[in-house]
């Protein structure tokens, strides 16, 4: 059985990037609530100290009351964001492994030049985030629940990613779900273009200088 380059590429991006976020979202979810709290309080930097060590306790203690394990708190939302991997590295790789594949066919197997790459990257991230986009903003207002009224709205236990996207789409429709998604586009585009393009050169650069194994 001999499995298609971009389904590999897709599966292989859904793996590492669920591994890389199980280690950096607490402080994902750090950033998140500092800068919501700093929107009705005073204006700090982030890495000003006594805010985050504050941010620290208040999810720690929402752990404790919740899920039993303090360290849990720092996990509110995980699970959307873990959801949200497998559209977005599925669709952005098998995007940008398919435009490569059909670029070659066209072209006699000549590789793209870095603008090509560039474009190609800008279009499957871009495609990417929309697939998981919906994802990230339930991921959003979980992170944030206890302080927002429009997703608390006396709940006594945090939501689920459901109730979040159904409440949502009942107080602005489906389009809501979507919301800002044009200004991701901006970031997100850009930015997964200059990856690609970075890893491709590097990758390249790393397998003509491999060194030569004499013995």
């Not at 435009?99 to 006699?108: F, M, Q």
Request: charge should be positive; hydrophobic fraction near 45%.
């Amino acid at each position: 059985l001999r499995v298609p380059l971009q389904v590999c590429a897709a599966a292989g991006a859904q793996l590492v990037g669920s591994t890389s976020v199980l280690f950096t979202y607490p402080l994902d979810i750090l950033r998140t609530r500092l800068a919501f709290e700093g929107r009705s309080g005073p204006r700090l930097s982030a890495w000003h100290f006594p805010a985050l060590a504050d941010a620290s306790k208040k999810l720690w203690k929402e752990g404790a009351a919740f899920y039993r394990l303090p360290p849990l708190g720092f996990y509110q939302g995980f699970s959307a964001t873990l959801l949200g991997i497998i559209p977005y590295a599925g669709v952005s790789f098998f995007t940008y492994e398919t435009a490569n594949i059909y670029w070659g066919k066209l072209c006699d197997d000549r590789p793209a030049p870095w603008g090509v790459k560039f474009f190609f990257g800008m279009l499957a991230g871009a495609l990417g985030q929309t697939a998981s986009y919906p994802l990230d903003v339930a991921r959003r207002r979980i992170q944030v629940w206890r302080a927002a009224p429009f997703v608390g709205d006396g709940c006594q236990k945090v939501p689920s990613i459901f109730q979040v996207l159904r409440k949502i789409v009942e107080k602005g429709g489906f389009s809501a779900i979507f919301t800002g998604l044009s200004i991701n586009y901006l970031k997100v585009a850009p930015t997964t273009g200059i990856s690609f393009v970075v890893y491709e050169y590097t990758l390249k650069w790393l397998q003509q200088n491999r060194p030569v194994n004499k013995s």
